[in-house]
Nanobody, 124 residues
């Protein structure tokens, strides 16, 4: 089992920045690919970013490329999502997820463990 706890969400004005964190506990964090997804009301869960355990593979969703950066610190069992140039359409609940794979899956069904989510609201 892997337990994931997100933090860092909040209210920010358009153009601003936030950094989300996801702290993991349980099985060896460094063995898992970590991903971020988001879900806005009435919409499908959307892939944001993923990073492999070795940092060798990173993938981003098209809507956040060039604005968001995923990183991880295996010594701290934590993955981060730096979000810059935020837009109102980035408003959603953001979820951290873990997948026991060396790849960087972009589909939610590939992830085995999920956090409870953290709300990000971007005002115009």
């Amino acid at each position: 089992q892997v337990q994931l706890v997100e933090s860092g969400g909040g209210l920010v004005q358009a153009g601003g920045s936030l950094r989300l964190s996801c702290a993991a506990s349980g099985r060896t964090f460094s063995s898992y690919t970590m991903g971020w997804f988001r879900q806005a009301p009435g919409k499908e869960r959307e892939f944001i970013a993923a990073i492999s355990w070795s940092h060798g593979r990173i993938s981003y969703g098209d809507s956040v490329k060039g604005r968001f950066t995923i990183s991880r610190d295996n010594a701290k069992d934590t993955v981060y999502l730096q979000m810059n140039s935020l837009k109102p359409e980035d408003t959603a609940v953001y979820y951290c997820a873990a997948s026991y794979t060396i790849l960087v899956p972009t589909t939610s069904t590939a992830y085995d463990y999920w956090g409870q989510g953290t709300q990000v609201t971007v005002s115009s």
